[in-house]
Structure formats: C-alpha cells, structure tokens
C-alpha cells in the first residue's frame, strides 16, 4: 500500500479569496451598520444603508478580485511564452538549465541530466513552468474563480449582520449586531483555520480583533456625526 499524506497548499487560492470575501462582507456590513445607527437613524434607513453596503461590496470584491488575479495570469501567460519560445530556439541549452536547477537541489550531476531528459521528452515546458519559474496546477492564476468565490462569500458574510439588524429590537440593534457579528468572524476564522490545518484559535482570535477595532471606529465615527448634527 502506497504511502500518501493529505495536504492542504491546494487549497489556497480558493480558500483565501473566499475566507477574504465572508470576512470583508461581516466586517464592513456590520461596520456601516453600527455607524449609521450611531447617528440616531431609523431602523429603515439603517437597513437601506446596509443592502446598499452589500451590493457595492460584493460587486467591489468580485471586481478587484478578477483585476488582480487577471494580472497574475497575465504575468504568468507571458512568462510561459517566453520560455515556449526558448524550447522552440535553444532546447539543448534549456535541458541544460533544468538539469543545473536539479543539480542547485541536490542531485548528482549525471542523474540530474537525466532527469532533466526524461521530463523534457514528456513535458517541456510544463518542466520548465514547475521548475524554473514555479508556475504549477495548484497556484496557477484563475480569475473567474477568485471573483465568483469572494462575490459570493461577500454576499453571504454580509447578510448576517443584516439579518441580525433587521431581526433586533431597536433598542437592542447596536450591541445585538457587534455581538453577532464578532461571533460570526470567530466562526469563520475557526472554519478558515480547520480547512486550512492552521491553529483555530489564533485565527479566531485575529479576526475578531481586526473586526472589532473596525466596527469600534465606524461606530465612534457615528456617534460623532450624530451628536454634531
């Protein structure tokens, strides 16, 4: 029976995209919210304020997300034609290049040639992408899925603090949505921290302390605003 370990790297680009989307939605809904609300503003207006809040955001997030990713498959599509072009006019040269890089790694010189060989006859430049450029299947660019995964984790993370705003008794709003919304950023970052194998509870600790410090700022600026006007 063949000995295999279960890593989680794979799961990176996805992960990270939609762990940012849920926690931008929590953290910036519930921001607006208890800022809008510290200004002495109807439960409506308050609302309105965080539907608006969710729909920029999201389409915020999926446009960012596909710009940025977009220009690392970019970068990534001309340094791989690049190197298509080196295999087309120096071949030997590149199988020498790939065999150094294997040598730098710890292989004997004949063996690392011959390694070099046999990846080549196979896949060129898929050797080289992995090897020298470091360009592989699992870190690979891919825009579309970045921007749909953080679009819908957005949406997803904002919607729990409106649900909470527009379940709560007015009376009770302010501290019922900071409540929430900072059990929800634990559970995610626990979520986050166990799809990924890092420790829970630092994880859960960060980004409730990131979400606090901003929504404790939203609502002083609130506050301020409110008591000016």
Same mark, same amino acid.
């Given at each position: 029976?063949?000995?295999? *370990?279960?890593?989680? #790297?794979?799961?990176?680009?996805?992960?990270?995209?939609?762990?940012?989307?849920?926690?931008?939605?929590?953290?910036?809904?519930?921001?607006?919210?208890?800022?809008?609300?510290?200004?002495?503003?109807?439960?409506?207006?308050?609302?309105?304020?965080?539907?608006?809040?969710?729909?920029?955001?999201?389409?915020?997030?999926?446009?960012?997300?596909?710009? #940025?990713? #977009?220009?690392? #498959?970019?970068?990534?599509?001309?340094?791989?034609?690049?190197?298509?072009?080196?295999?087309? *006019?120096?071949?030997?040269?590149?199988? *020498?290049?790939?065999?150094?890089?294997?040598?730098?790694?710890?292989?004997?010189? *004949?063996?690392?040639?011959?390694?070099?060989?046999?990846?080549?006859?196979?896949?060129?430049?898929?050797?080289?992408?992995?090897?020298?450029?470091?360009?592989?299947?699992?870190?690979?660019?891919?825009?579309?899925?970045?921007?749909?995964?953080?679009?819908?984790?957005?949406?997803?993370?904002?919607?729990?603090?409106?649900?909470?705003?527009?379940?709560?008794?007015?009376?009770?709003?302010?501290?019922?949505?900071?409540?929430?919304?900072?059990?929800?950023?634990?559970?995610?970052?626990?979520?986050?921290?166990?799809?990924?194998?890092?420790?829970?509870?630092?994880?859960?600790?960060?980004?409730?302390?990131?979400?606090?410090?901003?929504?404790?700022?939203?609502?002083?600026?609130?506050?301020?605003?409110?008591?000016?006007?």
């Amino acid at each position: 029976m063949i000995h295999t *370990e279960h890593h989680r #790297s794979h799961r990176n680009g996805w992960l990270r995209a939609a762990v940012m989307g849920a926690n931008d939605g929590i953290v910036s809904t519930s921001s607006l919210i208890l800022g809008v609300a510290a200004a002495s503003t109807t439960q409506s207006d308050i609302m309105l304020a965080g539907i608006a809040g969710l729909v920029a955001g999201a389409m915020s997030m999926a446009a960012g997300e596909y710009v #940025s990713v #977009s220009s690392q #498959s970019d970068t990534e599509n001309a340094d791989l034609e690049i190197e298509r072009k080196a295999l087309d *006019e120096h071949y030997e040269l590149e199988q *020498e290049e790939l065999a150094a890089i294997y040598e730098t790694r710890g292989l004997a010189p *004949e063996l690392a040639k011959q390694v070099a060989e046999q990846l080549m006859t196979n896949d060129a430049l898929g050797a080289h992408a992995r090897d020298e450029i470091g360009i592989t299947d699992t870190s690979q660019a891919r825009p579309l899925q970045a921007a749909l995964s953080s679009a819908t984790t957005f949406t997803i993370g904002a919607l729990l603090p409106l649900l909470v705003a527009w379940w709560a008794p007015p009376a009770l709003l302010i501290p019922l949505v900071a409540l929430f919304s900072l059990l929800f950023l634990a559970f995610l970052g626990a979520i986050a921290a166990r799809v990924g194998g890092a420790p829970i509870l630092k994880a859960a600790s960060r980004v409730m302390f990131w979400g606090a410090l901003a929504m404790a700022l939203t609502f002083a600026i609130g506050h301020l605003f409110g008591v000016m006007a």
